[in-house]
């Protein structure tokens, strides 16, 4: 029983039955090995359940088309086709603050000249966020924008991502 639980992933199930063979085998002198290795399955279900969870709740990577106002990056990409980043605690040294996220009207994709022209707000979107930043030359603009074929899957924004050359600790917003 111990095994067969072991091997679906009902751990506790498992473990308990273990205990449970491991003992009867004592008495009937036979399945001691099953009972070991469903305790043994037991252990891994439950240490891959851990490791699991672990990982999930410390990922800090967000899907480039989901960053908001205010989060900041650990690294700014370098690729022309970005789909996901790291993000940080501004609290701690990053490369970049996004500072705007502009969305383009729903309909069919309005052709690169469309994007061109909202990319283009950027600057005075920086200007908004953080005055300050227009006049720091270690501030550029790194920006993220929708394809013809993101535009299909959704992605109708143009992220404004103000990068900081050395990373900074802190928000630029001012």
């Known amino acids: 029983m111990s095994l067969i639980f072991g091997i679906i992933g009902g751990a506790v199930i498992a473990l308990v039955c273990g205990i449970v063979g491991v003992r009867k085998a004592k008495q009937y002198g036979s399945g001691r090995g099953m009972a070991i290795a469903g305790i043994v399955l037991s252990v891994l279900w439950a240490v891959a359940a851990v490791v699991i969870t672990v990982v999930a709740l410390n990922d800090d990577t967000r899907t480039a088309t989901d960053l908001e106002v205010g989060d900041c990056l650990a ?7 970005v789909v996901n980043v790291t993000l940080i605690s501004c609290d701690e040294p990053h490369a970049g603050e996004v500072f705007a996220v502009l969305t383009l009207p729903d309909g069919p994709f309005p052709g690169q000249d469309a994007v061109d ?14 005055p300050q930043s227009v006049t720091d030359e270690s501030v550029r603009l790194y920006v993220l924008n929708p394809t013809a074929e993101t535009w299909a899957d959704g992605d109708h924004t143009v992220t404004c991502i103000a990068t900081l050359d050395p990373p900074r600790t802190g928000s630029l917003r001012g």
């Not at 690294?75 to 086709?81: G, L, T, V, W």
């Not at 707000?121 to 908004?128: F, I």
């Open 117 to 130: 022209a909202h990319h283009r707000k950027c600057g005075p979107e920086l200007q908004r966020y953080s």
């Open 75 to 81: 690294e700014i990409p370098d690729s022309d086709r």
